[in-house]
């Protein structure tokens, strides 16, 4: 499914040309040049498996060269077999996607989850920074990881926790990594589910697919992200130099979901 939903979105992006890409240790930024002005997307920054830098191959074959393809080919490198392409073209699908500022909320996904997990079970894909200020305010909080820290659940253990959570949050790295078709399968009908996170598109397209909230970023400084993310920034350091969070619901979550 998570191959369909890249590819629907795909289907709605136009054209533009391309103005910067920057990939960096944490996040990738793909500027584009779009109605007179910069638009800027966001992705996690993946790294090739092997991360064998010195060898014959290379995880990014046009490196040098990927600012001077039009937008619509760097969005379909999220079909790429390597990850950092794949993280190029999730920035350009978030750059180029087009914006219903109407339908946005200045909110965190923090609060989101904060507020419809008050006094629920809340299973939360992929440890995030606010992992402790949530589990004062959720009823129960299971947290699964790849890399378990702490209080963290193993990722294998997503078949026992999410068929058991009244409000799932997936990090919009489940669409980079393959990983989205299974999880969203484990939610009951009843749970409310939410993607979350820089690399989310914020699309209401992906309601079709099990989503009721998007939380993901708006890039407002282009310069400052683009500084921010050639030097290493973490997300807190690239927020604070001009990135937007925002929240948009489906229909029938307004509704009162």
Same mark, same amino acid.
């Given at each position: 499914?998570?191959?369909?939903?890249?590819?629907?979105?795909?289907?709605?992006?136009?054209?533009?040309?391309?103005?910067?890409?920057?990939?960096?240790?944490?996040?990738?930024?793909?500027?584009?040049?779009?109605?007179g002005?910069?638009?800027?997307?966001?992705?996690?920054?993946?790294?090739?498996?092997?991360d064998?830098?010195?060898?014959?191959?290379?995880?990014v074959?046009?490196?040098?060269?990927l600012?001077?393809?039009?937008?619509?080919?760097?969005?379909?490198?999220?079909?790429?077999?390597?990850? /950092?392409?794949?993280s190029?073209?999730?920035?350009?699908? $978030?750059?180029?996607?087009?914006?219903?500022?109407?339908?946005?909320?200045?909110? $965190?996904?923090?609060?989101?989850?904060?507020?419809?997990?008050?006094g629920?079970?809340?299973?939360l894909?992929?440890?995030?920074?606010?992992? /402790?200020?949530?589990?004062?305010?959720?009823?129960?909080?299971?947290?699964?990881?790849?890399?378990?820290?702490?209080?963290?659940?193993?990722?294998?253990?997503?078949?026992?926790?999410?068929?058991?959570?009244?409000?799932?949050?997936?990090?919009?790295?489940?669409?980079? $990594?393959?990983?989205?078709?299974?999880?969203?399968?484990?939610?009951?009908?009843?749970?409310?589910?939410?993607?979350?996170? /820089?690399?989310? /598109?914020?699309?209401?397209?992906?309601?079709?697919?099990?989503?009721h909230?998007?939380s993901?970023?708006?890039?407002?400084?282009?310069?400052?992200?683009?500084?921010?993310?050639?030097?290493?920034? $973490?997300?807190?350091?690239?927020?604070?130099?001009?990135?937007?969070?925002?929240?948009?619901?489906?229909?029938?979550?307004?509704?009162?979901?």
């Amino acid at each position: 499914m998570s191959q369909v939903i890249l590819e629907d979105l795909l289907a709605t992006l136009p054209d533009a040309p391309v103005h910067t890409v920057r990939i960096g240790t944490h996040w990738t930024t793909v500027v584009v040049e779009s109605q007179g002005r910069r638009r800027g997307g966001l992705a996690t920054s993946m790294r090739p498996e092997d991360d064998h830098h010195h060898g014959a191959g290379s995880a990014v074959p046009d490196a040098g060269r990927l600012h001077q393809q039009g937008g619509r080919a760097l969005a379909e490198l999220v079909r790429s077999a390597s990850p /950092p392409e794949v993280s190029v073209g999730m920035a350009a699908i $978030n750059a180029l996607l087009p914006q219903d500022e109407g339908a946005w909320v200045d909110l $965190n996904a923090q609060v989101v989850i904060a507020e419809r997990g008050a006094g629920k079970h809340v299973a939360l894909v992929g440890h995030f920074p606010f992992v /402790p200020h949530l589990r004062e305010r959720v009823g129960r909080l299971s947290v699964l990881e790849l890399r378990p820290r702490a209080d963290d659940l193993p990722a294998s253990a997503a078949s026992e926790v999410i068929p058991q959570a009244d409000v799932v949050a997936l990090t919009s790295l489940t669409l980079l $990594n393959g990983t989205f078709d299974g999880l969203i399968r484990l939610c009951r009908p009843d749970a409310l589910v939410l993607l979350l996170g /820089p690399s989310t /598109p914020l699309s209401p397209l992906l309601f079709g697919y099990g989503v009721h909230i998007l939380s993901g970023t708006v890039v407002q400084d282009v310069d400052a992200v683009l500084h921010m993310v050639s030097q290493g920034a $973490n997300f807190r350091q690239v927020r604070q130099a001009g990135v937007r969070l925002v929240t948009i619901r489906c229909e029938g979550d307004r509704e009162g979901r």
